[in-house]
């Protein structure tokens, strides 16, 4: 079984920076695509980004293009998958949540209902 669990969320100002971990335990990453998402109060669910097996691919809603970037871990255990949030605005405050995808080519989805694993969530709080 995998368990994924979100790090790395808190208070930032508006124009801050912050870096979501994704760690897995029970399994490796290996075999699955990751995908970030969030939920803020009274939304539903959305895609944020995703990366695929290698890592070759990855892909981002409009609104965090040019300013979120998604990793992998190149280390031999290959558990953490990473989302770098730079030029925080206010209405990204939400709840993240990351996910796996067990796939069997190397792309990935934003598709909410497409996951197998999800972690409980990370908070991101952008005021002043």
């Known amino acids: 079984q995998l368990q994924l669990v979100e790090s790395g969320g808190g208070l930032v100002q508006p124009g801050g920076s912050l870096r979501l971990s994704c760690a897995a335990s029970g399994l490796t990453l290996d075999g699955y695509a990751i995908g970030w998402f969030r939920q803020a109060p009274g939304k539903e669910r959305e895609g944020v980004s995703c990366i695929s097996r290698s890592g070759g691919s990855t892909k981002y809603a409009d609104f965090v293009k040019g300013r979120f970037t998604i990793s992998r871990s190149r280390d031999n255990a290959k558990n953490t998958v990473y989302l770098q949030m730079n030029s925080l605005k206010p209405e990204d405050t939400a709840v993240y949540y990351c996910?796996?995808?067990?796939?069997?080519?190397?792309?990935?989805?934003?598709?909410?209902?497409?996951?197998?694993?999800w972690g409980k969530g990370t908070l991101v709080t952008v005021s002043s």
């Open positions: 996910a796996a995808d067990q796939v069997y080519d190397d792309g990935c989805s934003t598709y909410v209902g497409g996951m197998n694993y």
